[in-house]
């Protein structure tokens, strides 16, 4: 009883530190990547080059005993790499449609966390993710349809419309990717992909919506070519 007593206070406090934590890495990273994606060769190569190996490492250790799974999830990893270099380094909308990409991810995750918060509601795949919601998943997809349209009005480039409705595509996409993710994790029996980022955990938990966008969007432009889409 003494032992509870004394734990029960320092909840909060531990709380307060993980999301500190997390406040810290994401103001540290986030800016980063953006100056990657913005000046292009070779920040945003050597980003590629330096997440390839802990992404295989992750992979590896959320597929222990199945080798298959295990070539898949490097097939996926390394495609989303090749397609976040493709895309970045085309001629024309190449730093726009990165942007674009991950601005779309953040506001997926952003809004499906307030909303679902906030709403609660039914679970979305609670024998994957039990935090997950139907009404976070709605949140994401309406940030996600805003953001994307508001990506276009910055470049003038796309259609409004048509902009946000492929926000909602990337967020439905997004949220597949971060439910792969956490089965595997699920199946590993671990919380976390890895620990290498504070207060985060792995590579991959930070980007496992992201690379199923990559991996999406450059399917996307290589089956109907041109510049979608933002023409």
């Known amino acids: 009883m003494a032992a509870s007593a004394v734990s029960a206070p320092l909840a909060p406090t531990a709380r307060f530190r993980g999301l500190l934590l997390r406040t810290v890495s994401a103001a540290i990273l986030g800016p980063l990547v953006l100056a990657a994606i913005w000046f292009g060769f070779p920040w945003i190569d050597?980003?590629?080059a330096l997440a390839a190996p802990i992404m295989v490492s992750e992979w590896i250790r959320l597929t222990p005993r199945r080798p298959l799974m295990r070539l898949v999830t490097f097939a996926y990893s390394i495609a989303a790499l090749l397609a976040l270099l493709w895309?970045?380094?085309?001629?024309?909308?190449?730093?726009?449609?990165?942007?674009?990409?991950?601005?779309?991810?953040?506001?997926?995750?952003?809004?499906?966390?307030?909303?679902?918060?906030?709403?609660?509601?039914a679970r979305l795949a609670p024998s994957i993710s039990p935090s997950k919601t139907w009404s976070g998943l709605v949140g994401g997809m309406c940030f996600s349809a805003v953001t994307s349209s508001a990506c276009g009005l910055a470049f003038n480039a796309g259609d409004t419309p048509a902009l946000a409705v492929a926000g909602v595509a990337l967020a439905v996409v997004a949220q597949t990717g971060d439910l792969f993710e956490s089965a595997a994790k699920r199946r590993a029996g671990v919380k976390d992909s890895g620990w290498i980022i504070p207060g985060h955990g792995g590579v991959l938990d930070r980007i496992d919506g992201l690379i199923a966008v990559l991996v999406a969007v450059g399917a996307m432009r290589l089956a109907i070519g041109g510049e979608w889409p933002w023409l």
């Open 46 to 48: 050597l980003m590629a």
């Open 87 to 121: 895309l970045r380094h085309q001629p024309s909308f190449g730093r726009e449609t990165i942007v674009w990409i991950v601005l779309c991810v953040w506001a997926t995750d952003i809004g499906a966390y307030l909303l679902g918060s906030l709403a609660g509601g």
